[in-house]
Nanobody, 127 residues
Framework: VQLQASGGGLVQAGGSLRLSCAASGRTFSSTDMGWFRQAPGKEREFVATIKWSGGGTYYADSVKGRFTISRDNARNTVYLQMSSLKPEDTAVYYC?????????????????????WGQGTQVTVSS
């Protein structure tokens, strides 16, 4: 699986952005997907994940209620809709694909669980 993230940019606090992650490879529809982010001087952190079927999602507390992860398996694309953005959301955002196919109910939140990573897209939120 190869991943290409896009949609980042500069936005004012309170604004919205939608990130996209296009995947190549026939296994996309059988793989849980996630978004992570890394702010300057900080470690990369989990943001959100979605089950392979699109039937379940899980969010970090810091983005819950503001961000929405979704996927379109017909287009091999996963999205991250970000609303009510804050300056602390400024980071490079990465999409990633889990190693396991057709996983069960567990939500993967650790970097080590993800095998494939996109190149990252910069999101900057000005105050």
């Amino acid at each position: 699986v190869q991943l290409q993230a896009s949609g980042g940019g500069l936005v004012q606090a309170g604004g919205s952005l939608r990130l996209s992650c296009a995947a190549s490879g026939r296994t996309f529809s059988s793989t849980d997907m996630g978004w992570f982010r890394q702010a300057p001087g900080k470690e990369r952190e989990f943001v959100a994940t979605i089950k392979w079927s699109g039937g379940g999602t899980y969010y970090a507390d810091s983005v819950k209620g503001r961000f929405t992860i979704s996927r379109d398996n017909a287009r091999n694309t996963v999205y991250l809709q970000m609303s009510s953005l804050k300056p602390e959301d400024t980071a490079v955002y990465y999409c990633a694909a889990v190693k396991t196919y057709y996983s069960g109910s567990y939500y993967y939140r650790r970097e080590v669980d993800y095998e494939y990573w996109g190149q990252g897209t910069q999101v900057t939120v000005s105050s």
